[in-house]
């Protein structure tokens, strides 16, 4: 009789050992779904910031054809198709939604409001309405914010250093994105330290920029600073380059690539930092936190690059000060 009672329990027993983990293998097999929202166009090439992200998320154990799938959608650089696509990206429905820049977070902030988005590259989160605070976000959004009013004044400092002669310094900016009016207001404190005239030049529309750079001819500009701006700035930065060495204008700009691309020198946040934290954030959601759960971030680590070859062609020599302080030197 004791042999039967033990008989009909092994199979309970093994079945209950069975539960968790079939819950386990459920789990381990569920695939997530992230939309990867973007303003501006799908690059012909390779796409540095992507192929981080990508291996950020490889890193905390998510692998795409695997337990993940990515939408990625691109604007073109049109606001209205953003809309389109967020709303898009809502209806399929995604887990979460990575948003390039301000524009694709506002886009994806007003396609919902419970979908978790991680806001990427956004300027002014607080004074853009996306966030109620960095430390407290509230709503359905957290992120980054690579808003540093503080960085032209230390660009204007490096390019100073650089070109100790220079007195009239150009400022390429454009008005319609929200942070450029605190960081100029910045830039002007340092300006005035440093006995620099700082001259503001607008630029809106790409066929605006031959006649920014006749503006700063005018001005008698000595150098440039030229503020990181993705919708625009940003894009265009090939010819912003090839003009100012044209116009022999020794330049600073804010990403790693721009100095790459020919620019004279570049200080800024270290990009790859950046993403990698983007998919530390998407890993957390999907996790369970709430974007309320997890502060805005704003950059730790930035990084200076110089441009011998530029400086060569611009006639100038490099302070061995500056070039000690530099992350990467381009021969």
Known sequence: ????????????????????????????????????????????????????????????????????????????????????????????????????????????????????????????????GFVA??????????????????????????????????????????????????????LGVAAKALGVHAHVVPLRRHDELAGAFAAMAREGAEALVVLGEPLLIDRIIGPIVDLAAQSRLPAIYRWRSQAHAGGLMSYGPNQPAIWRRYAYYVHRLLQGATPADLPVEQPTKFELIINLKTAKALGLTMPPSLLLLADEVLQ
């Open 1 to 128: 009789m004791r042999c039967s009672t033990v008989g009909r329990m092994a199979p309970l027993a093994l079945a209950l050992l069975l539960v968790p983990l079939a819950a386990d293998a459920q789990q381990a097999t569920k695939v997530y779904r992230i939309g990867w929202l973007v303003a501006g166009s799908h690059p012909a090439g390779p796409e540095p910031r992507w192929e981080t992200f990508q291996q950020g998320l490889r890193d905390l154990g998510y692998v795409e054809g695997q337990n993940l799938h990515i939408e990625r959608r691109y604007a073109e650089g049109s606001d209205a198709r953003l809309g389109d696509l967020a709303a898009e990206l809502v209806r399929l429905p995604v887990d979460v939604i990575v948003a390039g820049g301000s524009a694709a977070t506002k886009a994806a902030q007003q396609a919902t409001r419970t979908i978790p988005i991680v806001m990427a590259s956004s300027g002014d989160p607080v004074g853009m």
């Open 133 to 186: 605070s960095l430390a407290r976000p509230e709503g359905n959004i957290t992120g980054m914010s690579n808003f540093v009013v503080e960085l032209p004044g230390k660009q204007l400092e490096l390019l100073k250093e650089a070109v100790p002669r220079s007195t009239r310094v150009a400022v390429l900016t454009n008005p319609d994105t929200p942070s450029h009016g605190l960081e100029v207001e910045h």
